[in-house]
C-alpha cells in the first residue's frame, strides 16, 4: 500500500481534495478562451488545481502546456522556455523546423532534447532591449500559431507568473498583453502564488488591468479536509480515531500542503510499526519527530532574525497574527513602537517567514509556527 497523503508535488486525481467549484469554473473559463488570474498564498494547491484542469481540458481536445515563470533567471532565458514549451506541442518531427519558421527576429538554435520529446531552444544572438523586445512579441504570438497549425484550441498555464515583473520592468507586461488579447483560440491561466504582488499587477494603471477573470482560492472547508483525511486513513487499512483528521487540519493550521504532510508522516509511522490504527498520541509523537528532523533548519532561520524580528515572530505565534501593532501586545512582547513593528513584519513577510490574509499575519510553515511555540523564549 503506497502513502495515501502526498505533498511536495502536483497531487494526483485521487487525493485531490475538494476545489470542485473552482476546477469546474477554471475549466469552462479555459474552454471559452479566457484570460484567468488565479491567486492563491503559497501551499494552498494552486498547481494541483491547474494540473487539473489542464488534464480535463486535454480530455476535450485541447493542446496544454505549462511553464513555470519563476524558474528563469532572464526574460531570454524565459522566452527560451516558453518557445520551447510550445514548440513541444507541435509534431515533434516538424517542431524545430516550424520553430524557426515562426520566429523571424532571431537566430533560433533548436537541438533534440535528452530523453524528452521536447527541444532545447535558443536565441544566442538576442542582445539589447529592442532585440529581446521584438524577439518577445514573436514568442508571444507563438501559442495562437500552434492552434492554427494543429486546428485545437491551446490552453497555457504560467505558473508563479508575479515573477514576470522582475525581468524587464512593466515591458514584459504589454507585451504578453498585446500579443494575448486578440488569441480567441488560446486560453491563459496567470497563476501567482504572492497575493499582494499579483493584486498590484491587476491594478488600473497595469497592462493586465480588467483583461480577464480573476480566481482567489481561499482554504479547504476544515470539516471536509478532516472527513477526507479519515476517509484516507480508513482505505489503506489504519483506522483512524475519531477527532484524528480535525486534529490534523487544526495543527497543520489548514494549510493544504502541511495538512497533507502531517498525514503522511503519520501514515509513514503507523505503517512502519504495523499499526492499525492511529490517533492523537500518534499524531503528537510523529509532530515531535518532524521537529527534531527541522531543528537544524529552524534554528538557522532564527538565528538570521534580527531581536525585533524574533519578538515580532513569537508575537505572530501566540497572538494569532492580530493587533500586533497595538499597545498591550507591543508591551507584552517588548516590541517597541508601531513603526518598528511594522519594519520587523514587512522583513519577516519579504523572508517569506510570514504572510499576510487580511488583517491576519500567519506563518507560513506550521511546523516553524510549532517550534517557535515550543522551543523558543
Known amino acids: 500500500m503506497r502513502n495515501p497523503f502526498v505533498y511536495g508535488e502536483v497531487v494526483p486525481a485521487d487525493a485531490f481534495v475538494d476545489r470542485e467549484e473552482a476546477l469546474e469554473r477554471l475549466t469552462a473559463d479555459l474552454a471559452a478562451g479566457q484570460k484567468v488570474f488565479l491567486i492563491s498564498p503559497r501551499r494552498y494547491g494552486k498547481s494541483s488545481l491547474i494540473e487539473r484542469a489542464l488534464a480535463a481540458m486535454a480530455r476535450r481536445g485541447a493542446v496544454t502546456l505549462s511553464v513555470t515563470v519563476a524558474s528563469y533567471s532572464s526574460y531570454v532565458a524565459f522566452l527560451e522556455g516558453y518557445a520551447r514549451a510550445v514548440a513541444a506541442c507541435a509534431e515533434p518531427a516538424r517542431g524545430p523546423a516550424w520553430l524557426r519558421e515562426a520566429i523571424g527576429a532571431a537566430r533560433v538554435d533548436v537541438r533534440p532534447g535528452i530523453g524528452t520529446d521536447a527541444p532545447v531552444v535558443t536565441f544566442p544572438a538576442v542582445r539589447g532591449a529592442r532585440e529581446t523586445a521584438r524577439l518577445a512579441a514573436e514568442v508571444f504570438a507563438l501559442p495562437d500559431r500552434l492552434a492554427a497549425r494543429r486546428r485545437r484550441p491551446v490552453v497555457v498555464a504560467l505558473d508563479e507568473f508575479q515573477a514576470i515583473a522582475g525581468f524587464d520592468g512593466g515591458s514584459v507586461e504589454h507585451a504578453l498583453r498585446a500579443a494575448v488579447q486578440h488569441q480567441r483560440q488560446v486560453g491563459y491561466v496567470f497563476a501567482g502564488s504572492e497575493p499582494s504582488l499579483m493584486e498590484r499587477m491587476l491594478g488600473p494603471r497595469r497592462p493586465f488591468y480588467k483583461a480577464g477573470p480573476v480566481m482567489r482560492l481561499d482554504r479547504i472547508p476544515a470539516d471536509l479536509f478532516a472527513a477526507f483525511l479519515e476517509t484516507r486513513f480508513a482505505r489503506s487499512g489504519i483506522r483512524p480515531e475519531p477527532g484524528l483528521g480535525a486534529a490534523i487540519v487544526e495543527l497543520a493550521g489548514n494549510l493544504p500542503y502541511d495538512v497533507q504532510r502531517l498525514a503522511h508522516e503519520v501514515w509513514d509511522d503507523a505503517r512502519a510499526a504495523r499499526r492499525k490504527k492511529v490517533g492523537l498520541d500518534d499524531l503528537h509523537a510523529a509532530l515531535r519527530r518532524l521537529l527534531s528532523e527541522q531543528q537544524v533548519f529552524f534554528e538557522g ?17 501566540f497572538e494569532d497574527g492580530q493587533e500586533l501593532l497595538s ?3 507591543r508591551i507584552r ?16 513577510m519579504r523572508e517569506e517567514i510570514i504572510t499576510r490574509e487580511g488583517p491576519r499575519h500567519l506563518v507560513v510553515d506550521s511546523l516553524m509556527r ?3 511555540a515550543r522551543r523558543t523564549h
Do not use: M, P
Open 301 to 317: 532561520v532564527w538565528q538570521r532574525l534580527t531581536l525585533v524580528q524574533r519578538a515580532a515572530l513569537r508575537a505572530v505565534v
Open 370 to 372: 510549532e517550534w517557535v
Open 327 to 329: 499597545a498591550d501586545t
Open 333 to 348: 512582547y517588548r516590541l517597541g513602537g508601531a513603526s518598528t513593528v511594522q519594519s520587523a513584519l514587512v522583513a519577516l
